[in-house]
């Protein structure tokens, strides 16, 4: 396959490489059991492969895929990317996407930048969702204690921290 990807590219043919990475794969594994990770990333996998019907998805590791893209343009790739995190907006799945037209280097160098792109957009993506979760705490600790300062509700705690009352006005 690779040769084949390579002589494409000698022959100026457009060829773009698609790095996808999804998230937290671990975490499904290892706190609802290998039998629900392999649902879940069996659903992921159709969901991508019905998304990218028109080009090759290959699953390249536990929760990683790469797609050829022939004959496309990068603002194509680019839109496709975009759509297919729209649609995932709508299910339980979050994705990092890389990619890297290949013109002028191999397809490894080209797999290597869409991954360190792949890898980059995850960073951005955890971040991003760390300070979302920060920031419904801290939304949440304000609330209640204005419903405290408001007399709305009371609680009393012992020496140990643990509520021993609550009074919900």
Do not use: Q
């Not at 995932?88 to 290597?112: H, Q, W």
Request: charged fraction near 35%.
């Amino acid at each position: 396959c690779t040769e084949l990807m390579e002589d494409l590219v000698k022959h100026d043919e457009k060829l773009a490489l698609v790095s996808i990475d999804l998230n937290d794969f671990k975490s499904i594994n290892d706190t609802m059991g290998h039998d629900t990770g392999d649902i879940y990333i069996y659903n992921a996998s159709m969901l991508i492969s019905e998304f990218f019907s028109s080009s090759p998805v290959y699953r390249i590791g536990g929760d990683e895929y790469a797609i050829f893209y022939l004959g496309r343009k990068e603002d194509e790739v680019r839109a496709d990317i975009e759509n297919m995190r729209a649609e995932l907006a709508t299910t339980p799945y979050v994705c990092a996407f890389g990619y890297e037209m290949v013109k002028g280097k191999s397809i490894d160098e080209a797999m290597r930048e869409a991954d360190r792109e792949m890898y980059a957009n995850k960073a951005k993506i955890k971040d991003t969702n760390e300070k979302r979760i920060a920031a419904h705490k801290e939304a949440m600790i304000r609330v209640m204690h204005e419903a405290l300062g408001s007399g709305m509700w009371s609680m009393e705690f012992d020496e140990d921290g643990k509520v021993v009352r609550e009074d919900n006005g």
